[in-house]
């Protein structure tokens, strides 16, 4: 009995199979396809398309990327909301706007960086901070940041590179200055420009005073005015220069510029 059942079951459906064969056949190429063509991505990874859906209008939510992290600013809707001030960055990455504050600029380079200064590229991490203490971290959009999988591209690698020797260029810098502090500088009609140091300029304090040189630094056009230490770090460098007119012993001088 249970085996009739069975042959007419089977018969039931070669014959569905046979009327629906090409209905069929076009159904699971298409799952073939998308799932080869489009696999099926990560939930927070975001194409340029969808992240622009995030506007508060096609979508509820505000989305916004920065540097190819997208961040949930909906709470924020007083300043990413239509009308807002900040509307501009939501549904893109714009983090080009966040230092150049052009909230015009709708080109392929909006989300570019890596041509900014140390300061500028610094300033970047600091609104980064903001965002990711403020925010919802939701995920990533597919561009010059992350890549389908959600993995760093070599621009992100670069960024991060660029920063670790903005880094070491500005310990350097930190540490030049307490070595040799700027100068006082005043400018009068009369008798030109002067320069002098004092036991806290450049705003080191300290227990010398020091004497005005010329410190030519590498990239700079103009050498600084710099006070040495004289007998302490006064022949450590050759890029250090006497004024003319100026007794080497001096703390003050009048130069021309
Ligand atoms: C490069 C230019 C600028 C950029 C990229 C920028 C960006 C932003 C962003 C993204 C926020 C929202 C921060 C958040 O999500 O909490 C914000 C807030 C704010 N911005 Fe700007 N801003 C710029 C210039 C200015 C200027 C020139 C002023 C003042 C004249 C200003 C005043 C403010 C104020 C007062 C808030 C806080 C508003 C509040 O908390 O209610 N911003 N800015």
């Known amino acids: 009995m249970r085996k009739g059942i069975g042959v007419i079951i089977t018969i039931i459906i070669a014959i569905l199979i046979s009327i629906y064969k090409d209905n069929l056949e076009t159904y699971f190429k298409k799952i073939f396809i998308t799932n080869t063509v489009n696999p099926i991505k990560a939930k927070d990874v975001y194409t340029l398309e969808e992240l622009s859906q ?6 509820k939510m505000l989305y916004l990327a920065f540097m190819g992290s997208v961040f949930d600013v909906s709470k924020g809707i007083k300043h990413y909301g239509g009308g807002a001030p900040y509307n501009y960055f939501v549904g893109k990455d714009g983090s080009r706007a966040f230092i150049s504050g052009n909230f015009m600029d709708e080109s392929e380079n909006k989300d570019h960086i890596l041509d900014f200064t140390c300061d500028e590229l610094i300033n970047l991490l600091n609104w980064k901070k903001m965002l990711t203490e403020k925010y919802n971290y939701v995920g990533t959009v597919i561009g010059r940041y992350f890549d389908e999988e959600g993995k760093e591209t070599k621009y992100l690698k670069q960024f991060k590179e660029r920063i670790i020797l903005c880094h070491q260029a500005k310990e350097q810098a930190k540490e030049e200055n307490l070595k040799y502090p700027d100068c006082n500088i005043e400018w009068s009609a ?3 420009t002067r320069v002098w140091c004092s036991k806290s300029s450049g705003g080191v ?3 010398w005073i020091g004497v005005p040189r010329q410190l030519y630094s590498p990239g700079q056009d103009h050498p600084r005015c710099v006070c040495v230490n004289i ?3 006064e022949n450590e460098t050759a890029l250090l220069k006497e004024y003319d007119n100026c007794s080497s012993g001096s703390t003050s001088c009048y130069i021309k510029i």
């Open 54 to 59: 995030y506007n508060g209008l096609t979508k």
């Open 190 to 192: 009369e008798k030109s």
């Open 205 to 207: 304090r300290r227990s």
């Open 231 to 233: 007998g302490q770090h």
